[in-house]
């Protein structure tokens, strides 16, 4: 067993944070990723961080802005923290040596992105996310923070009350890819996920291979509640071949959406009269995909992303980045050439119910980052938000695992009897959705060691019945089955009928992967073993955003349904929650916050 203060899994951005906040704090922090952590996906985060830097902007604008980008269902105290505690966090990184782009006059340029009242996104190039992990990575090898890395997180040690907020988390179990070693990681103060996004739910995805959404799974699974998953977020300036993003900078520099008959159709079939391509995410999507459904689209597939006109100079100077992924990836010169982009998978809204200290209703177990759900992004995320969200909430978490007393939070956790305006849901759910046969995600025990050792005993014997089914169901097909129908059914434009086909398909995987196995036996690096473990973590979350998408009867941000084409604040200013009950999962309800520090942010209709 290995024991620290806190442990932090995951080594993105959100997971640095938070271990230099612990740090900060005087803990003993240790990181348990299952990849080195500059190989993270923040590393290919391109386009900037939000901060209120400049004169004439300031972070109430920066909250109204997230408010109604996440399209009125954002808690309130969650977008004023991330607004108040931005501009700090953005000028820390600076003073740590992150290479901000800069103007003439020395100051860090700043740029438009979707959705701003004000050109606040701070960049360092295209290749922000690079350079914040970096920065955040130096940061922790100089404050010798450990790091046990390619250890693969599988399991969290949680005990086993009837309520899951009489729980507690002591730590969680990992598996040493390289040795094959399975090992518990004692958290004496905490256990904070920062594991990122479920990009491989669906086949066409800006994110890495390795964003199965094991941390969400593995709250789920042990009691907490799983907020918001129907609002995905999917780019619109992705490439078609490979799903790699073009950042959004190249539209905040000046980039032009054309359709195949070089209508800059955002302006000229009204999508967006005001903001044209710097609209929101999802009302950019939306227009890119009617024009391609409607026969407009550039060989019936993509659209086109010109950013010739600006120049050779200015691109490499600002977008240099993008030039190397257009010509690697599709073979065009975006000096010469307009770029063909369409929507593909990026960012997942929800995510683990946290508070704005990243608390959980589980007592020690904590979430930041893409991962959880504090609920700053509403039903859409508003480019440039997602980097200060790593760096805010990460750094909250970790300064309240490590004991600092950050205040009472005004955001809710867990589901409780007295709770104010929580509603079950009425929605009818095809077949049976949850666990069939899945071992329990919860362990007894008298004290902490025996909760740990109960739950390395019980992971070692669930990952050596995979080792020992060698001619089992492979996770590949399953895996295939769930990002298909997802694909097909549950994205940018969605319907009853789909949405519950996807379910009923989802259901047979998970009879499938009853009998999955393992074909490779090796104990180091057997990859074919990671993606099993990782798939059953794909059909959990593909199921959560699937509820959710059939239970919202409304068109909110990122999720459109066909027979609901109106936002209906009546009925649905309020989160969609699932909880797992031992694997039999059940839709609730919470009411939105929008009461805010000054103001109360009245739901108003977006136009961009």
């Known amino acids: 067993m290995y024991e620290h203060d806190v442990i932090v899994v995951g080594g993105g951005g959100a997971g640095l944070r ?15 990723t299952k990849l080195h952590p500059v190989r993270s996906h923040t590393g290919a985060a391109e386009g900037g961080i939000n901060a209120a830097l400049r004169e004439g902007d300031d972070w109430e604008l920066h909250a109204y802005d997230t408010v109604k980008g996440g399209d009125y269902l954002t808690d309130a105290p969650a977008a004023e923290t991330l607004a108040q505690d931005a501009p700090e966090n953005v000028v820390q990184l600076e003073n740590w040596g992150m290479p901000f782009s800069r103007e003439e006059d020395g100051r860090m340029s ?17 290749e922000t996310g690079h350079h914040l992990l970096h920065t955040l990575y130096e940061q922790v090898v100089k404050r010798g923070i450990t790091v046990y890395d390619e250890w693969y997180v599988t399991r969290l040690a949680v005990t086993d009350e009837d309520d899951p907020n009489d729980r507690e988390c002591y730590g969680c179990v990992a598996w040493d890819i390289q040795t094959g070693e399975i090992a ?3 958290g004496t103060d905490g256990v904070i996920l920062a594991t990122g996004g479920d990009g491989q739910v669906f086949d066409h995805t800006t994110n890495a291979v390795a964003n199965t959404a094991d941390g969400v799974a593995m709250a789920y699974r042990a009691g907490v509640p799983i907020e918001d998953m129907e609002f995905v977020q999917f780019h619109p300036t992705t490439l078609p071949s490979t799903g790699i993003l073009l950042s959004e900078g190249v539209r905040g520099e000046g980039g032009i959406l054309y359709n195949d008959e070089g209508e800059r159709f955002m302006f000229e079939y009204g999508y967006a009269t005001n903001d044209g391509e710097l609209a929101s995410r999802d009302v950019v999507s939306r227009a890119e995909l009617t024009e391609i459904n409607e026969g407009r689209g550039v060989d019936d597939e993509v659209v086109h992303l010109d950013m010739r006109h600006l120049g050779e100079e200015r691109v490499l100077d600002r977008l240099e980045n993008i030039l190397h992924l257009a010509e690697d990836f599709e073979g065009v010169d975006g000096l010469e050439k307009p770029m063909p982009v369409k929507p593909g998978h990026h ?16 007592d020690g177990l904590y979430a930041v980052g893409e991962a959880a ?27 309240h695992a490590a004991g600092e007393d950050l205040g009472e939070p005004e955001i809710p956790v867990g589901k409780t009897e007295d709770a104010e305006g929580i509603e079950a849901a009425d929605v009818e759910l095809p077949g049976d959705p949850g666990a069939l046969a899945a071992s329990s995600a919860v362990v007894s025990g008298d004290d902490a060691d025996e909760v740990l050792d109960n739950a390395v005993d ?21 895996r295939s089955t769930i990002q298909k129908t997802m694909t097909e059914n549950v994205n940018v434009f969605r319907e009853r009928e789909g949405i519950e086909e996807a379910l009923e398909v989802i259901q047979e995987a998970r009879e499938d992967y009853e009998d999955v196995g393992v074909a490779d036996p090796s104990r180091t690096f057997n990859t074919d073993l990671q993606h099993t473990i990782e798939t059953r973590n794909v059909i959990d979350v593909a199921e959560t955003i699937a509820m959710g998408a059939l239970a919202r009867e409304e068109f909110r941000g990122a999720h459109w349904r066909a027979e609901f084409q109106e936002r209906r604040d009546d009925e649905w200013l309020k989160h969609t929650l699932v909880s797992w009950n031992d694997g039999s999962p059940e839709l609730w309800y919470r009411p939105v916050l929008l009461e805010g520090e000054n103001q109360t942010y009245e739901p108003k209709e977006r136009h961009y």
């Open 184 to 186: 518990g990681f004692r």
């Open 347 to 362: 960012y997942e809204m929800g995510g683990i119910e946290t508070n704005e200290n990243g608390e959980t209703c589980i």
């Open 373 to 399: 759900c504090v609920s700053v992004h509403g039903s859409n995320r508003l480019g440039g938000n997602a980097l200060p969200e790593l760096i805010v909430f990460g750094a909250r978490a970790g300064r």
């Open 18 to 32: 938070a271990a230099i906040g612990a740090h900060e704090a005087g803990a003993d922090v240790a990181i348990v």
């Open 110 to 126: 700043q740029r438009p992105f979707g959705g701003l009242s004000f050109p606040r996104t701070t960049y360092a190039g295209a």
């Open 458 to 478: 019980a992971e070692t014997e669930r990952i050596e019945g995979l080792l020992e089914n060698d001619d089992g169901v492979n996770h590949a097909e399953v």
